[in-house]
């Protein structure tokens, strides 16, 4: 587990850059994160100094790196997208996967036995890309293409990761297939990939598991006489800092809406399905956090879909919430996500300032009987800030409730064809 995380936010009159990582405590491998993250940001602020026509939307910059731990090895995925005009935002993939016991980097050739057995893997990926294709439906597959993208080399298969599931591979956009099938991944099960594998590396066959989860629902009718606030929080989940925010909403009553980042759930899996036992509601902030008004229909339908199905894999329900970042959104985002979206009219900036009295001062001064209040709880200081609040508002009669707690109350039937940014 990593707890350590760099968050940082900036937002210019021409761009808008957002990075998260987290902190391995381990000098090579932070060294390395580090490093990318220096480059590519430098990379894109020299590009944006030196443009010299305007677009409609701001110039775009998104870096995240996950990371996934399998016995000896962390694997650490770095994604970078940039948006400086054209057609779609610019994509880069960067995985390592580094052993701890040896202190090295480590290529998949490096988990056979032998090369003769690394060989196999190009008809193993070839054989479950014509499951994934024959269930889905939705690829442009040529076949030169895609035989000479899963040609057994390291430089093929940078993007693996071994999970409980079986291997999982990534194949980016133009790997084996066009930009608009976007990022296509499948899993090769352990029982088709042990005798292959070191023996040190080899795993069980998967047994899934169906888990079934009750969240906690209120009785309503103990606020209908109040005044009712929805917290709302972006950019999540944060396992150390939502913890936090869950171990304090006792306290108050209360209950807050979380609008997560697919890219996230992974990492964060048991701090979410908390948050949705204790009766919390779990709304999409998409996959990756691009403005959605810089995509196509496809790549719209990928960033909601992706998280729609991390969302139901973790909680076992779809949401029917979403806030598009940045607040950008149109009637054809609205159509093609089907979901309710949800703004704000309360902006506490937290991202700006990450001060607690900053954040109590702005949420007390600006609360209101219907308020949306937005807020991002990966900072310790809007954590802090919230909790601040509620203890006041607490005193003046306030109920702190859900999205859809606060238009039960109110009367209102959430329609996917309107934007939410109160309940007055």
Sequence with gaps: MVDDEVHIIDETDNYTLKIDYPIFHIKKVDDLVVRYVKNKQDEFIDTVKKIDYKITAKYDFILNVSFNNYKDIIDIKMNTFSYTGGAHYVRDDSTYHYNKRTNKFMQLSDFFIDYASFEKIDDLAYAYLMKLNEKELRYNFNETWVRKGIASDNINYEHFMFKDSGLEILFPPYQIGPWSDGEIKIVIPYDKLNELL??????????????????????????????????????????????????????????????????????????????????????????????????????????????????????????????????????????????????????????????????????????????????????????????????????????FVTISEMATLKNRNLNNQETYFNFK
């Excluded at 607040?327 to 607690?356: E, M």
């Design 198 to 399: 070191k023996e040190e590396y080899r795993g069980e066959a998967s047994q899934v598991k169906e888990e079934v989860l009750v969240p906690e629902i209120r009785n309503l009718e103990k606020y209908a006489d109040k005044k009712l606030i929805a917290f709302t929080f972006d950019d999540g989940p944060n396992t150390r800092t939502t913890n936090i925010l869950l171990d304090n909403l006792e306290k108050y009553d209360a209950r807050v809406t979380f609008f997560v980042l697919g890219s996230r759930i992974d990492n964060h899996a048991e701090v979410l399905k908390r948050a949705f036992l204790q009766g919390n509601q779990i709304g999409s902030h998409t996959y990756n956090h691009k403005n959605l008004t810089l995509l196509s229909d496809k790549e719209i339908l990928a960033e909601i879909n992706d998280t729609n199905a991390k969302i139901k894999e973790i909680t076992g329900e779809i949401p029917i919430l979403i806030r598009p970042p940045y607040g950008s959104t149109n009637a054809k985002i609205k159509q093609l996500s089907n979901l309710s979206t949800v703004l704000w009219n309360v902006d506490t900036l937290d991202w700006k300032y990450r001060n607690k009295e900053k954040v109590c001062e702005e949420i007390l001064n600006n609360a209101h009987d219907g308020a949306i209040i937005l807020l991002h709880d990966i900072y310790d200081s809007s954590v802090e800030g919230a909790i601040m609040a509620m203890e006041e508002l607490s005193k003046e009669g306030y109920a």
